[in-house]
């Protein structure tokens, strides 16, 4: 592929061009010595341009190079916004749900994380003996489980409809958002996207406008429901799958990046048989004896979910119209989740949280779901002999047959341009990050940020037939220098460790300073 012009020769001045330099042959015949001055000057200004210009047009570079297309990804611009869910339905739908809950609580409410006292994963006989209940308090929570389920409203077929992509953003979390969804671009993904934040004090309306014109539309939970309501911030993911108006929806965390584009899992036979894929977590289930019993799965305690693989929510595939009535369970356990159901389903081991409701309800109800049989690939960081994680690797559903990544959830070094490099962002009011990797010489990356390495192990990238950390970085110098975020320093940081690590290069015009034009596209060495 070519970047520069093939003609060696460079192009005839232009007639706008010739123009200009007829008015200034016509004022040197006569004019004052001040306008001999103004006019050499123009004339120096004119040549330095031209020759610039030329030099950048037509110089041949130094050897093959790809051509590195600013992540504005002006060829999606074509992919319409998603129609904004409809409010006034939706509101009534959440308050028939807020209605069943409310009149039906789990006993106790008072079910706090409390965490395993030995290191490691826990045996079997602290697993049993963890979280205790009293039979009354467990016989009632069945009993308003049984009415749940019997009240659950029916599937609302006329508000939604298409495929997409959802995501919940806002606070830091809108950071990491940036990088997988300007990623989702880069890897060429083509479905329209949903980024959901809580509120309007969450919502950031330049970004929006920005996240537009890629067909990727902002919305916010507080338009829908009270989220006062909930105070863990994972009790909202099940709220933006439950209004987004699309019928099929693939969720990713905000710190979760594509590694390859995941269009093609909507027609995939995981998704098409089940309408759920959900992938699996490290560990195997520590659930409560009883929660089977209170969920309506067995008549007493039981260790039924003792060999079960705990699911990695962060990416989840789920069709509304199959599983409505599961989605609206699991948003009952979300509800309850930090007063209960988080505590039975997990007693206080690793995955706290949200990320098990969505398969105990599909279990509850009786209903099949894929679970991708491979299991996570572990990401480490460069140069530290796979002793020190950075993120899991989750593989592609269309590939039943072997394992091949396509999901980066960047769990334990998320990925924000700011979080990197930003200077004096934790003194920020308005927008205050932690102290930045590139400021915090206990950080894990501060060296590679510093000394410009890798953070991937290129031999691991090598083996896996993938390399995401370039496009990575692209999407970092766009959020840098040509976003709502842009900022010198960031930019510059940026693009310095672009260009030693990766043999990117910004060259300029010569001229960018003078009449405002933006620096050229990035080139990528090859």
Request: hydrophobic fraction near 35%; charged fraction near 25%; include cysteine.
């Amino acid at each position: 592929m070519t970047i520069y012009g093939d003609d060696p020769d460079p192009p005839p001045p232009s007639q706008p061009l010739r123009n200009i330099i007829r008015k200034i042959k016509r004022l040197h015949k006569g004019g004052s010595p001040r306008q001999q001055i103004l006019i050499l000057l123009g004339w120096i200004f004119l040549l330095y341009a031209t020759f610039r210009t030329h030099q950048y047009l037509f110089a041949k570079p130094p050897g093959p190079r790809l051509v590195c297309e600013t992540a504005t990804h002006e060829r999606y611009y074509h992919i319409p916004l998603p129609k904004p869910p409809e409010k006034e339905s939706l509101s009534h739908i959440w308050s028939t749900l807020q209605a069943i809950f409310d009149a039906h609580p789990p006993q106790p409410l008072d079910l706090t994380l409390q965490r395993f006292e030995k290191p490691g994963f826990p045996a079997l006989e602290d697993i049993l003996n963890k979280t205790r209940i009293s039979t009354e308090d467990a016989e009632a929570s069945r009993k308003s489980h049984v009415q749940v389920t019997k009240k659950l409203p029916p599937y609302p077929s006329q508000l939604f409809s298409g495929q997409g992509i959802v995501m919940l953003a806002g606070g830091r979390y809108t950071g990491f958002a940036t990088t997988g969804l300007a990623m989702l671009r880069e890897v060429g993904s083509k479905l329209p996207v949903e980024v959901w934040v809580k509120d309007h004090g969450e919502e950031n309306k330049e970004w929006c406008k920005e996240l537009a014109h890629e067909g990727m539309a902002c919305r916010r939970l507080s338009d829908y429901m009270d989220t006062e309501l909930l105070d863990k911030g994972y009790q909202l993911k099940i709220s933006t799958v439950l209004f987004s108006s699309f019928e099929q929806i693939l969720f990713l965390d905000a710190d979760n990046v594509p590694v390859k584009s995941p269009d093609g899992i909507f027609k995939s036979k995981s998704f098409t048989d089940t309408g759920v894929v959900m992938w699996p977590d490290y560990w195997k289930h520590t659930g409560a004896p009883l929660l089977p019993y209170i969920v309506g799965l067995s008549d007493g305690p039981s260790e039924m979910f003792r060999e079960d693989q705990t699911v990695e929510s962060g990416q989840l595939m789920w069709d509304k119209k199959r599983h409505w009535k599961a989605l609206c369970l699991a948003a009952y356990y979300n509800y309850y989740g930090p007063q209960h159901y988080y505590t039975m389903i997990s007693q206080g081991w690793a995955g706290w949280g949200d990320k098990d409701t969505f398969a105990l309800a599909l279990r509850s109800l009786r209903q099949e779901y894929y679970m991708v049989p491979h299991k996570l690939s572990t990401l480490f960081l460069n140069g530290t002999n796979n002793e020190h994680g950075i993120g899991m690797l989750q593989a592609d559903p269309t590939k039943p047959a072997g394992y091949e990544p396509m999901f980066l959830h960047s769990n334990m070094v998320k990925w924000s341009v700011r979080a990197f490099f930003c200077s004096g962002c934790a003194d920020d009011k308005n927008d205050p990050i932690a102290r930045s990797q590139w400021e915090n010489q206990k950080s894990s990356i501060h060296k590679h940020l510093k000394e410009h390495h890798r953070i991937f192990p290129l031999n691991d990238m090598e083996t896996m037939k993938i390399d995401p950390e370039p496009l990575m970085w692209k999407s970092f110098e766009h959020v840098a220098c040509r976003s709502v975020w842009q900022s010198r320093d960031l930019c510059n940081r940026t693009r310095d460790h672009m260009e030693q690590t990766f043999g990117y290069e910004f060259p300029k015009t010569g001229i960018s300073p003078l009449v405002g034009a933006e620096d050229q596209i990035c080139l990528w060495t090859n």
